[in-house]
């Protein structure tokens, strides 16, 4: 132990602690995935402590990195954040083996929601690679990582998924994270906490840090029975490993913790940690844990002794001791399908509480979420669109909020509580989404499809209907990978009241479109149920349509796999794909409808 405990030191010290004085002495700003992975004999929060912009790292699924465990290694780098005073986590983000020009911003979405939620809050895409040829398409790039460079066919539609990312960014950045425990993590050395679980002792519904030796010794205060840091966070429990030894020093400063009004949870030390340095260290060692947990350490009894002003549990669970002293969970929901998965973070700013709440799958929810906040209007802000508006149905119970949400496939949601209202208040509506009804069928009839010629496609053909490209016998459309627009006039067969709002619902698409009706543009479209409003620019009669669709490369590259050299249209380092290999689903597939919704009161 001691010997390993050298190395992580040295490791800080020398390496990443040496790196920190050299970008000082030269007013560079040091960043490092100092939060690993792969440092497995170092304590990665202290390694973290030593750089400017922590960083660690998180992937998308692949056969290389199938399960969460594995890809999500955001954890220790926003536990270090939160626990060195640092605002800012940034994470090397959407790393992938495997996939080749595969993903689109909609299968991007809910790993970077997740990210969110273990404490991410800025983005460094892994990769863009710097091709040798500035013609040559796809390119020539790095293998590992998802492509987002120049030469991807969505390149243009990038800005509305980075704007995306920087709103959720943006809002993770202002106030403090809210922790009601800290885990104190032992000597801490090895992968640590890589992303977020469910400990059995706190249970869903609170939210933690992890901390070690360094931050408990030296940065670890109290101030009405909260462990503060210097940096203003700050936590009501302090939680002890299960079955690990303790150094003399931490469990001194665990008595003083407690003695000045902390409640610390958890069983006794196994025994004093490493070599004993002072000849009656051992003794000392016994007797402080025989003051603060009784002589009997194998006892698994329920005991609560108030010790100075504090108090020291065990044989009972963290969440059971926070029940007991009136802390409600910060976040809880009823109403999840079977499959689903929410995931959610909370930050606090002086005059705000922010939630970001998420739903990893693709099945639609509809929940009602409790947050503990009482007193303030929710207010539900889209980070996809930009819209904020009061939720007009809530309800305060017991200092808590109740707020029904829906959320549309993979959707998120920032929930903000700004305003002061009367703690009796609630919202007069039964919920926050209005219902959508089809104003007309869908629109039927031929549709004039562009597609650019230089990449095989016809620059004019008209569909019948609309159809998967994959399905058409045109080789140049059925292996299209880019840009083709797709154009119609149509008129509505019943004119909306005032008092709706007009969508127009594109159905099925593969997989982004960017929409102008009337020569206005309505932005782009990438998440699910795509959609846009159009309540500002649509017309009675003769509505001009047009939706630039993009799909993605591997169609095109399957293909040039099946042609001579000099007959194929695309050029890259990466051979992936043959011709046996199933088609990516393409194109706008619909049905095409217009919708409408009336305004909740």
């Known amino acids: 132990r001691d010997y390993k405990l050298t190395i992580s030191d040295l490791m800080a010290e020398c390496h990443y602690g040496h ?93 970077s929601d997740q990210a969110f939620c273990d404490g991410v809050n800025r983005i460094c895409v892994h990769n863009f690679s710097h091709s040798p040829s500035l013609t040559a398409k796809p390119g020539y790039v790095y293998m590992p990582g998802t492509h987002y460079e120049p030469r991807i066919t969505w390149w243009e539609q990038t800005p509305a998924f980075n704007t995306y990312l920087a709103r959720c960014c943006y809002l993770l950045q202002q106030g403090k994270f809210v922790a009601d425990a800290i885990f104190y993590a032992g000597d801490n050395l090895g992968d640590g906490e890589p992303m977020q679980v469910i400990h059995p002792t706190l249970g869903d519904g609170y939210d933690y840090d992890c901390s070690n030796a360094d931050v408990l010794l030296n940065r670890m205060s109290v101030k009405d029975g909260r462990i503060v840091l210097p940096d203003s966070m700050s936590y009501r429990v302090l939680v002890l490993p299960d079955n690990r030894p303790m150094a003399l020093d931490v469990l001194e400063k665990v008595a003083d913790l407690i003695g000045a009004g902390v409640t610390v949870i958890g069983p006794p030390p196994t025994g004093l940690a490493g070599l004993p340095i002072q000849p009656d260290e051992e003794k000392r060692f016994d007797a402080l844990v025989a003051q603060l947990w009784g002589s009997d350490r194998e006892s698994t009894a329920t005991v609560k002794r108030h010790i100075g002003s504090g108090y020291l549990v065990s044989g009972q669970s963290a969440r059971q001791t926070l029940l007991e002293s009136g802390v409600l969970p910060d976040f809880e929901h009823n109403g999840l399908s079977d499959d689903g998965v929410i995931y959610w973070i909370h930050r606090k700013m002086d005059d705000a509480d922010i939630y970001f709440v998420t739903s990893h799958w693709q099945p639609a929810e509809k929940l009602e979420c409790t947050f503990r906040v009482c007193g303030r209007q929710p207010e539900i802000w889209d980070p996809v669109t930009g819209t904020m508006r009061d939720a007009v149905a809530f309800r305060q119970e017991g200092g808590r909020t109740i707020v029904p949400l829906d959320f549309d496939p993979c959707g998120s949601t920032f929930v903000i509580f700004r305003k002061h209202i ?99 543009d309505l932005g782009t479209v990438w998440t699910k149920p795509a959609r846009v409003e159009v309540t500002a620019v649509l017309k009675p009669t003769g509505n001009d349509l047009e939706i630039v669709v993009v799909n993605l490369w591997p169609n095109r590259l399957i293909g040039d796999e099946g042609l001579l050299k000099e007959s194929r249209l695309t050029e890259t380092n990466i051979h992936k794909f043959n011709s046996s290999t199933p088609l990516l689903p393409s194109g706008l597939i619909g049905p095409v409808k217009v919708l409408s919704i009336k305004e909740l009161e």
């Not at 004999?41 to 992937?59: C, G, H, I, K, Y």
């Not at 629109?443 to 010629?453: C, E, I, K, Q, T």
């Not at 058409?472 to 797709?486: L, N």
Request: proline share 8%.
């Open 422 to 520: 009367d703690a009796h208040a609630a919202g007069k509506a039964r919920t926050n989404y209005p219902s959508a009804d089809k104003v007309q069928p869908a629109l039927s009839g031929a549709w004039n499809v562009s597609f650019d010629p230089k990449w095989g496609g016809p620059e004019k053909v008209i569909f019948d209907q609309l159809a998967d490209w994959t399905t058409r016998p045109e080789f140049g459309i059925k292996y299209y990978s880019g840009t083709a627009v797709y154009r119609k006039r149509f008129n509505l067969m019943s004119v909306p009241t005032k008092d709706e709002r007009l969508l127009l619902d594109l159905g099925e698409l593969h997989e982004i479109a960017s929409v102008r009706l009337n020569g206005q």
């Open 19 to 111: 790196l920190e004085e050299l970008c000082k002495e030269n007013g560079l700003i040091f960043y490092s995935e100092a939060a690993g992975p792969n440092l497995h004999t170092a304590d990665l929060l202290q390694n973290t402590s030593r750089v400017d912009l922590p960083m660690a790292e998180f992937w998308m699924p692949s056969y290389h990195r199938p399960t969460p465990r594995s890809r999500f290694w955001a954890r220790n780098g926003a536990c270090a954040s939160h626990i060195y005073g640092m605002p800012v986590n940034m994470d090397e983000a959407f790393t992938s083996l495997g996939p080749e020009w595969e993903e689109g911003p909609f299968e991007m979405k809910p790993v």
